[in-house]
């Protein structure tokens, strides 16, 4: 049996059905209700809903993979799955062009104060000196993170004539004819706009600190459509206050729950809210349409390859 615990495109169920599985598809469904099911299950798609953990995986005798809906995989005891031969897979293949997409967007909507521009007029203001923008072309851009999305974000950034440099901690050799591989403080010191395409982990956790923003020379624009635990919301606060960078487009954040902020969280937010070289969306920049169907297409793709 495959358990679904996610909203998924009708395609990932039904595949799996016509391949003979027997699929529970409870998307609402709770860790506790998880956690005593979880013994007749197969295989288990996620996404950042719930967490897998150690207990969970132990109750899961029969478990021979999981598959994570996007990328990260930051709430399944990766280390755990493994020690039980758990076989975990991810589908950043197929949101990665609809997050490249969101960032660009954001980016350009931040550079030429559209939403802000647009509530103006709404309200009955022409203010065109005040909402003067600014161009990409010629720029720096600072990708920290080579993986799917940075590539992917680079690939479309490749046509407006800027220089692109990336850091990859992991990675390297892969410079090439728009990209120039780089260290954090060569970033820090010439991107016009940095871009965060990093996993949550514990090494990349608050790596956007009060050390971070200091270094910064030419007053960046920062695009987060990663993890909102990678930037530290005090101190991105701090940088917009003490004009270390001209603005933030930030399609997550460090609690996304709303309704469970705490006082200072609820605080924080609202002063980013009041910003008007802030630009926040709910973490939607992977969850296209389309990339609501591919994540699951890929999701699939990997499954039967390991089940041959």
Not at 6 to 14: G, M
Not at 93 to 113: C, P, S, T
Not at 215 to 231: D, E, H, S, Y
């Amino acid at each position: 049996m495959i358990i679904v615990t996610a909203l998924v495109h009708p395609v990932l169920t039904e595949t799996f059905k016509a391949r003979g599985y027997e699929v529970m598809y409870v998307p609402d469904i709770s860790y506790d209700e998880l956690l005593t099911k979880i013994s007749a299950a197969e295989g288990l798609i996620v996404t950042t809903g719930l967490r897998v953990d150690k207990e969970l995986l132990t109750n899961a005798p029969g478990l021979k993979w999981i598959g994570r809906l996007g990328s990260g995989m930051e709430n399944i005891d990766t280390s755990y799955a493994a020690s039980k031969n758990i076989i975990c897979l991810s589908s950043p293949e197929g949101n990665r062009n609809a997050v490249a997409e969101h960032a660009l967007g954001m980016l350009l909507n931040l550079m030429n104060r559209i939403t802000k521009s647009a509530a103006e007029v709404k309200q009955g203001q022409w203010l065109r000196n005040e909402n003067r923008g600014r161009e990409i072309n010629g720029m720096t851009i600072g990708l920290i993170g080579y993986g799917n999305t940075g590539k992917a974000f680079a690939n479309l950034l490749s046509s407006f004539n800027v220089t692109m440099l990336a850091y990859d901690k992991y990675k390297t050799g892969f410079g090439g004819k728009f990209i120039r591989e780089a260290d954090i403080d060569q970033i820090c010191r010439y991107a016009d706009v940095i871009s965060f395409h990093v996993p949550l982990s514990k090494e990349t956790k608050g790596m956007a600190d009060d050390v971070f923003f200091d270094k910064l020379q030419n007053k960046p624009f920062i695009l987060n459509t990663a993890r909102g635990n990678i930037i530290e919301t005090s101190s991105l606060i701090q940088a917009l206050d003490n004009n270390l960078i001209s603005g933030a487009a930030l399609d997550v954040l460090e609690n996304e729950k709303l309704e469970s902020l705490s006082r200072l969280q609820q605080e924080q937010l609202d002063r980013l809210l009041n910003n008007e070289n802030v630009l926040i969306t709910p973490h939607i920049a992977g969850y296209t349409h389309e990339a609501f169907r591919k994540m699951s297409e890929v999701i699939l793709a990997k499954v039967a390859a390991i089940s041959h």
